[in-house]
Structures are given as C-alpha cells and as structure tokens.
C-alpha cells in the first residue's frame, strides 16, 4: 500500500535560489525540511495495488483553508508505504523514517508564485497520466484563481514504465 500527501508550500530563500534555474514544469525531490507548509498536507492518493496499467491515472482535487497570508510557490509532496504489516518506507513527516537518506519529498512548482490572503480556500489539481511507454504528473490552481495546467501530456518530466 501506497498513501501520498500534497500541501502548499513556501520554500526557504536557498531553494528560492536553486528553484530560479529549473524549468517549473519539472518537479523535482528535495530536503523540505528547512520550508514552510502554509497548509496541513492532505492525501493525494491511496495505491492498495497494482492490478493494472489503468490503475496509474488519477485525478484529484484538494482544498486548503491558509491560515495565514503566504506566497505559495508550489506542493509538496509526501509518501508512506507498507512494505510488510507495520514496516514501511515514509517521507511524510509526522511518520519520517529515521535516517533516511535515498527517498525524499516531490516539489511540484508553479510557474508564478500565487499570493494567498489569510483565511482563503486554494484549490489545486492533480493529475497522474499515462500512456503506452510512461507515467506523468500535472497540476494547477482552481482557486483562488486559475492557472494552465503544467507538465501537460509530461513533455518536462515523465517516468518510463517498466
């Protein structure tokens, strides 16, 4: 089993500076530790299987109440898997697995960094698409205004299926 977990995140002043020379519509792994999230992450998506290639396309919607004014330049992106009963593999950070070095948070950029009042419902969307020979991520705002979805038909980053 497979549990994500998505949030809106304000990003510290060194990733600000390595964020300026990527592409925003490649996301990327990254030590989130020294960031803010300026919403409690929620869950993405829920993998209890693998019973087909259908299974990898998802779409979700998630909504966030911010509790204070932030400028919101992206998600994080967190998992929690069982690897058998209660082992299991986590990048989340209430269940972080201790010293872990080789798995780490999912960024998803936006372009434009959003500017999010106090009090107000951000809603973004998630895609998970695939097709004969990968699997890609895409995303966008729905509230509280609407931004181009990114990443379309993965054309920054894809992962090859096996």
Request: hydrophobic residues 40%; proline residues 9%.
């Amino acid at each position: 089993r497979v549990l994500f977990r998505s949030g809106p995140f304000t990003p510290s002043q060194a990733m600000l500076f390595i964020n300026a020379a990527r592409p925003t519509s490649t996301q990327f792994l990254t030590d989130l530790q020294s960031s803010l999230h300026a919403a409690f992450p929620q869950i993405l998506t829920h993998q209890p299987q693998y019973p087909s290639k259908h299974f990898f396309t998802k779409f979700t919607q998630l909504h966030f109440r911010l509790p204070q004014s932030a400028t919101v330049h992206g998600f994080a992106g967190f998992f929690h898997t069982w690897l058998y009963k209660d082992i299991y593999v986590s990048t989340y950070p209430p269940t972080l697995t201790p010293n872990l070095s080789s798995w780490f948070p999912i960024f998803f950029p936006l372009r434009t960094p959003l500017h999010v009042a106090a009090n107000t419902d951000l809603t973004v969307n998630f895609w998970r698409n695939v097709d004969a020979v990968k699997v890609w991520y895409e995303w966008s705002i729905a509230h509280p205004s609407t931004t181009p979805i990114q990443n379309c038909q993965g054309h920054a980053s894809s992962m090859t299926l096996c």
